[in-house]
């Protein structure tokens, strides 16, 4: 009958759904922003083995944000010294392109980069995936989600800023909460398999908040890199994840 059809229907749409949200979808992605820089490559390996997913490397110019990190070599050492996991590159630059590419070569496994800092969006996210890289874009505060739809198809990943980029240690900006959401709504109607990943003020008690909204990817990196046990910290944080 029509109704065990649609029993059957919403049955098999929340195995989908429970699927999709089982542990092992979300991701904690601690910035190595706020790590011991003096020490990076020990910091990194030891977040990994404490249980984080992926190394979220943040990248920036004094000039899309007013501060200097760390470039492609610093990539390449990372490899260098045996990290094999994913390694999510967040671009604070202008321009785009250049640096993508030579990230690509240092080892980056996902390239996400602001749409405000690039004039060409679709062949700067397409020269990055040519290569065989993961694409995302970055939307800021108060930057409008209007580049998104005509992309959306071709990323792999939308990152939400939940503070201004250029620093760590900033306390999350609620509003966006809202725009977490209405992404989730554009990756479900999407029907693709695209990761919405939140950073900025990420801690215990904002990760719940983000993830309600439909964030499944997470950064933090004073609320980890700050604490003692970093695998207590991040097994705390996880439970948190609604
Ligand atoms: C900000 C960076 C973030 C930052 C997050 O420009 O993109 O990744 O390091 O730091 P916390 O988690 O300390 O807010
Ligand atoms: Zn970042």
Known sequence: TAYEISACLVGSEMCIRDRHMSDQNYIIAPSILA?????????????LDAGADW???????????????????????????????????????????????????????????????????????HAIKDKGCKAGLVYNPATPLNTLESVLDDLDLVLIMSVNPGFGGQSFIHSSLEKIAQVRKMIDNSGRDIRLEVDGGINKETIGLASEAGADTFVAGSAIFNTENYEQTISELRSKIV
């Open 35 to 47: 790590s011991d820089f003096a020490r990076l490559g020990e910091e990194v390996r030891n977040v």
């Open 55 to 125: 190394v979220h490397f943040d990248v920036m110019d004094n000039h899309y944000v007013p501060n200097l990190t760390i470039g492609p070599m610093v990539c390449e050492a990372l490899r260098k010294y045996g990290i094999k996991e994913f390694i999510d590159v967040h671009l604070m630059i202008d321009p785009v392109d250049d640096l993508a590419q030579n990230f690509i070569k240092a080892g980056a496994d996902l390239i996400s980069f602001h749409p405000e800092a690039s004039k060409h969006i679709h062949r700067s996210i």
